[in-house]
Structure formats: structure tokens, C-alpha cells
């Protein structure tokens, strides 16, 4: 009953490194989502997989890549890490993009990252 | 007019009143409606959803919808210390396309 994992959950990058953030989730989701948290901005949308094989940007997508590997599993990659990429990364799963219209999305635990 | 709109907050109540939240959206297709909890630290939690025009109880939760306005409300009664949070409102648009959701309220219930 795992819902929603990603990994890790805790980070501290260099400007400059590179990294890749793992999330999975095990309630057979259809779409997967990559948000950043920040103070005062609430959840931004990164990217979106509605579906196996299916990326799409969000609201802020420059500087991230992802990857939908399967349909359990989507990553998102800092491919050079900038201090503005200092945030909460949260991972999320739901039957599809809209929402279920009674479920929503769930969210996973979350990642802090600090880039310095 | 940004997209979902709340009222940040802080919002203080004394333990044991009703809690107003509120919510505004500009998309008249939008469908469906949800509020999630954060608390600090933690991730968001679906507390209650709705779709139709009205009020929708769940023990001390109501939300409540009114298209023709645009606008969505969550009251919690009773509210407690432990219902201090970051409530986040969040809609989906006209279309299959990601939820977009609100900056968040955040809530302090005072002993």
C-alpha cells in the first residue's frame, strides 16, 4: 500500500551537477506529474505523462527533462543544476490528467532540494 | 484574473468555531473541484471533492460549489489545533488537462 515513492528525499547539489529524481507508484495510474513547491508560489507543474509514452511541459519546464520509463515510473532530471532549482519536488499519480472526478491526485512524499 | 484564486492567509480561529475557506476559479468549463490539507512539511492530502452545484457534507468538512460565481468554499466546524494547514484549492479545466491548483490558505486554529 505504498501509493506514490520517490526518491530521495533529501538532496544537496553544486551548481552546475547533475541528478535525476525517481518517483513510482503501484495504484495502476495512468498519469504522472512532476511539481515544484516553493514559499509563496504554491504548486507549479513541471512536466506531465498522461499517459505511457506521453511527456508534456507544465507551467515551468526550462531546465528539467523527464522521462515516463513504464507506467509505474516517471523521472525528472536537473541536467545543471542552478541555484533557482532550490525547492520541494513533489511527484504525483491519478487515473488521468483531470483528475478522476472523485480521487483527484495523490501525491508522494516529497524531495527537498538544495542546490548550492 | 489568475486561473484558481485564495486568499492566503493567515486565517485564525479560535478552537472550536467554523473555518471559512474560500476559492475562485476563471474556467466556466471546469468540473470538478478538490481541497487538499498540507501540513508543513508534508505533502498534499485530498480531503473532499465536489461537482455539483451545492453543499457536500463529510463529518466536520463542507464544501460547497456555485458555478454561476465561480467560486468554491471549504468550511470546517468545530475546527481543532490539529486542523492547522495549508489548505490548497484545486480544479480541472475544460478538457483532459492537469488540475491547476491555488496558492493555499493557510489555516491556524487557536487553543
Known amino acids: 500500500n505504498a501509493g506514490v515513492t520517490q526518491t530521495p528525499k533529501f538532496q544537496v547539489l553544486k551548481t552546475g551537477q547533475s541528478m535525476t529524481l525517481q518517483c513510482a507508484q503501484d495504484?495502476?495510474?495512468?498519469?504522472m506529474y512532476w511539481y515544484r513547491q516553493d514559499p509563496g508560489m504554491g504548486l507549479r507543474l513541471i512536466y506531465y505523462?498522461?499517459?505511457?509514452?506521453?511527456?508534456d511541459k507544465g507551467e515551468v519546464p526550462n531546465g528539467y527533462n523527464v522521462s515516463r520509463l513504464n507506467k509505474r515510473e516517471f523521472s525528472l532530471r536537473l541536467e545543471s543544476a542552478a541555484p533557482s532549482q532550490t525547492s520541494v519536488y513533489f511527484c504525483?499519480?491519478?487515473?488521468?490528467?483531470?483528475?478522476?472526478?472523485?480521487?483527484?491526485?495523490?501525491f508522494g512524499s516529497g524531495t527537498r532540494l538544495t542546490v548550492v | 484574473q489568475k486561473e484558481v484564486e485564495q486568499n492566503s492567509g493567515p486565517l485564525s480561529v479560535p478552537e472550536g468555531a467554523i473555518a471559512s475557506l474560500n476559492c475562485t476559479y476563471s474556467?466556466?468549463?471546469?468540473?470538478?473541484f478538490f481541497w487538499y490539507r498540507q501540513y508543513s512539511g508534508k505533502s498534499p492530502e485530498l480531503i473532499m471533492f465536489?461537482?455539483?452545484?451545492g453543499d457536500k457534507e463529510d463529518g466536520r468538512f463542507t464544501a460547497q460549489l456555485n458555478k454561476a460565481s465561480q467560486y468554491v468554499s471549504l468550511l470546517i466546524r468545530d475546527s481543532q489545533p490539529s486542523d492547522s494547514a495549508t489548505y490548497l484549492c484545486a480544479v480541472n479545466r475544460a478538457g483532459n488537462t492537469p488540475l491547476v491548483f491555488g496558492k493555499g490558505t493557510r489555516l491556524s486554529v487557536i487553543a
Open positions: 505523462s498522461a499517459s505511457e509514452g506521453t511527456t
Open positions: 504525483a499519480s491519478s487515473e488521468s490528467p483531470g483528475g478522476s472526478w472523485n480521487y483527484g491526485y495523490t
Open positions: 474556467d466556466r468549463g471546469s468540473q470538478s
Open positions: 495504484m495502476n495510474h495512468n498519469s
Open positions: 465536489i461537482y455539483s452545484n
